[in-house]
């Protein structure tokens, strides 16, 4: 909305510094530039442009443009108003005091939080599935392929949502293993995640093009079901991206 707002001054602020008046007798209208008193000039001026479409069209833009900014101020500041009162209900949010109280005690604010225990510890992991490729390691030990997916599975455990990494999707003839099969805790949604993390390799880029293509033949999509995110190019990893991406999407 404020990016339509700007966008709308922009435009505004190139169409002529005068205002359309109309005229009208019997059947017929008749239409004038109209410059009020604005700096030196001292009386109202009008100029008929009855014959000039194109300033015509101008300035009916222009009187549009200024009953839709003022609209859009009404409804920021609106929206303003209520999203600074707005108090997120989720379970992570309402119960922070308590959960850091009580810590042994988080799993607990989630519904059916022994069930979502049981489903991430539950599954077999592809452990011979380029095995080679996996260089570092997470806190519980298990063995991973990149920086990024560390991050993520960290932040996965600090905000307790359940996954599972490199597990298959249980979908028949989908032959790839996501990064992470994940289950939202407020309603049990699965949730995939890809972090492609070697993206100056091009080989390595179109094969995950591939991979995201075939995905979404069997239903897994992204901003639906499927989470995607990115080294930097550097190899660097961009945390707060990560931690956005959960709170968006999983929490």
């Known amino acids: 909305m404020k990016k339509k707002y700007g966008s709308l001054s ?17 059947d017929k209208e008749y239409y004038s530039e109209r410059f009020p008193k604005k700096g030196n000039r001292k009386k109202e001026r009008r100029y008929g442009i009855s014959n000039d479409y194109g ?30 009162k707005y108090r997120s209900i989720d379970e992570a949010s309402v119960m922070k005091k308590f959960v850091a109280d009580h810590p042994d005690l988080a799993d607990y604010i989630y519904k059916d939080a022994g069930d979502l225990d049981e489903w991430a510890a539950n599954y077999e992991r592809q452990e011979d599935f380029y095995e080679e490729g996996k260089t570092s390691v997470a806190g519980d030990r298990t063995a991973m392929r ?29 032959p790839y293993v996501p990064d992470f099969m994940i289950k939202r ?20 880029m179109k094969r995950n093009g591939r991979k995201l293509e075939r995905y979404e033949e069997y239903g897994i999509v992204p901003w639906d079901n499927l989470i995607i995110t990115y080294d930097f190019q550097d190899g660097g990893v961009n945390v707060p991206l990560i931690d956005g991406m959960i709170h968006a999407w999983l929490i």
């Open 10 to 26: 922009d435009e505004i602020g190139a169409l002529p510094d005068s205002s359309l008046h109309i005229l009208k007798r019997g």
């Open 55 to 84: 300033k015509i069209r101008a300035l009916v833009r222009k009187k549009y443009i200024e009953n839709a900014l003022k609209s859009l101020a009404a409804d920021i500041k609106l929206l303003s108003d209520v999203t600074g």
């Open 146 to 174: 990149s920086r990024g997916e560390i991050v993520i599975a960290e932040k996965l455990r600090q905000y307790r949502i359940p996954f599972r990494y490199e597990a298959s999707t249980g979908i028949p003839d989908l």
């Open 185 to 204: 805790p407020r309603d049990g949604k699965i949730f995939y995640w890809e972090h492609f993390g070697d993206v100056n390799d091009e080989k390595y």
